[in-house]
């Protein structure tokens, strides 16, 4: 169980969350401006507010390290879904487009050149479950590329994991538990693949490495040599990802 408490500063928005998995404080800064506030239910909300405050200088120099990442990659339009969105596909920026069919529910074609939705009359005016069905649709690319990944790189790395999720983490794009469950973001499918890769292998290295010591990237460089490009294409582009098809408050 989660409680949230929503804050406007001067500069920002401060969402403060008490979590029952939480084990410490730590502060996220996320686009829009928005900061969060997560701490353990046995911490005093004094005592998580402090520790905010000490790190103020961090959050504001996080703030404006993502203001300028928004300047130079700037965010995409709002979906109008008249034929002239686009939509990031493997790396690559694809029109979208909606074509009339006689169908009960919306079917999404991938192609090369275009992601085309088919859609029925009483939905084609909808835009939620437009969005709806592009995401279910990129979720199952996503699935097919992740399992790909994964199946390829165990293999190579003769280590074995148990399950695959998919998830829509904001600031997280892939975590592994010691049981070898490894969760991937849907959205590692609009990246470049050498990138989404990359997070898989990431995963995996951790069922040998759970840290992230000199041996777990020794082990990630051994596997993937250009590691360390794919890594950076993340931390300067990866946000801009969660510009399309953004997920709801409350959602994920």
């Known amino acids: ?30 686009p829009g401006r928005e900061v969060v506030l997560i701490y353990p239910r046995w911490v005093a909300r004094a005592q998580a507010l402090a520790f905010l405050r000490s790190r103020e200088d961090w959050v504001r120099d996080k703030l404006a390290e993502l203001a300028r990442r928004d300047a130079d990659n700037p965010p995409p339009p709002a979906a109008r879904w008249d034929g002239s969105d686009e939509i990031l596909l493997r790396g690559e920026a694809v029109p979208v487009c909606v074509e009339p069919a006689s169908l009960r529910q919306c079917t999404v074609r991938f192609e090369p050149q275009a992601v085309t939705l088919f859609a029925p009359p009483a939905l084609r005016d909808d835009p ?36 695959l999720k998919l998830n829509d983490p904001q600031t997280l794009w892939g975590s592994c538990n010691p049981g070898g469950v490894i969760c991937l973001s849907w959205r590692l499918v609009m990246a470049p693949p050498v990138v989404f890769r990359y997070v898989a292998v990431h995963e995996l290295c951790h069922l040998r490495h759970a840290d992230h010591s000199d041996r777990f990237w020794g082990l990630v460089e051994r596997q993937m040599p250009d590691y360390a490009q794919h890594r950076r294409w993340l931390q300067d582009r990866g946000q801009r990802l969660h510009h399309y098809l953004p997920r709801r408050r409350g959602s994920g």
Not at 140 to 148: E, K, M, P, S, V
């Open 1 to 30: 169980m989660t409680m949230q408490i929503e804050l406007f500063r001067d500069d920002y928005r401060l969402r403060e969350r008490l979590s029952d998995k939480a084990r410490n404080i730590r502060i996220e800064v996320r």
């Open 128 to 163: 939620s479950r437009l969005e709806q069905a592009l995401r279910r649709a990129l979720m199952h690319q996503a699935q097919l590329d992740a399992r790909r990944y994964l199946d390829e790189e165990s293999a190579r790395l003769g280590l074995r994991y148990s399950t």
